[in-house]
């Protein structure tokens, strides 16, 4: 397993394996561990549900690259409505292509793999947030509560110290009054 990607990688696919064979979440097939993110964990181990391990690799790549794929999609959601000047499709394909060559960042959906989840959700959550504050108060919709808490529990699922930010991004609706939508999202 070495060789699939790097450190993480190794770990998560043991893991993986692991959960799937019924050995629990464990890298040596006897001892817990809680050293793993449990919601990349999970999908890792579906794939090993698969009888064929090259296969399994093959669906959690693919799942990697679909989350850095997401991801740029995201960006350029957010940058649009975050701009004061239209985003045209000549400056959205500059954007996600600065964004799929970046070394590092993309270094972080192949090789970090459970970080490339966490990426595309915490993105997933500044574009939601981000159409939430920007619509204005009294608009009588009342799943964007529910929206927003399930979108916050999966971002935090992907990556635990996500809670940090999700406490942020929540804290206006306590400042602004919010409170059916804040009930709805906890």
């Not at 964990?41 to 090993?48: S, V, Y």
């Not at 964004?99 to 970090?112: D, P, T, W």
Request: aromatic share 12%; hydrophobic share 50%; glycine share 8%.
């Amino acid at each position: 397993f070495r060789s699939e990607g790097g450190d993480d990688a190794y770990y998560y696919f043991t893991v993986a394996r692991n959960i799937a064979r019924g050995h629990g979440v464990t890298v040596d097939g006897v001892h817990w561990t809680s050293g793993f993110q449990p919601l990349w964990g999970g999908l890792t181990a579906a794939t090993f549900l698969v009888p064929a391990e090259r296969a399994s690799f093959v669906l959690v790549y693919l799942a990697s690259l679909a989350c850095w794929l997401g991801s740029a999609w995201l960006l350029v959601r957010f940058v649009r409505r975050a701009s004061i000047a239209p985003v045209d499709t000549f400056t959205a394909a500059v954007l996600v292509a600065l964004f799929l060559a970046e070394r590092h960042l993309s270094s972080l959906y192949v090789n970090g793999l459970e970080t490339g989840l966490h990426l595309l959700l915490v993105l997933a959550l500044l574009v939601a947030f981000q159409k939430y504050f920007q619509t204005p108060p009294g608009r009588d919709d009342r799943l964007v509560g529910v929206r927003l808490g399930l979108l916050c529990g999966l971002a935090m699922l992907a990556r635990n110290d996500t809670v940090f930010l999700c406490a942020f991004l929540l804290a206006p609706l306590v400042y602004e009054r919010r409170w059916r939508d804040l009930g709805l999202t906890i």
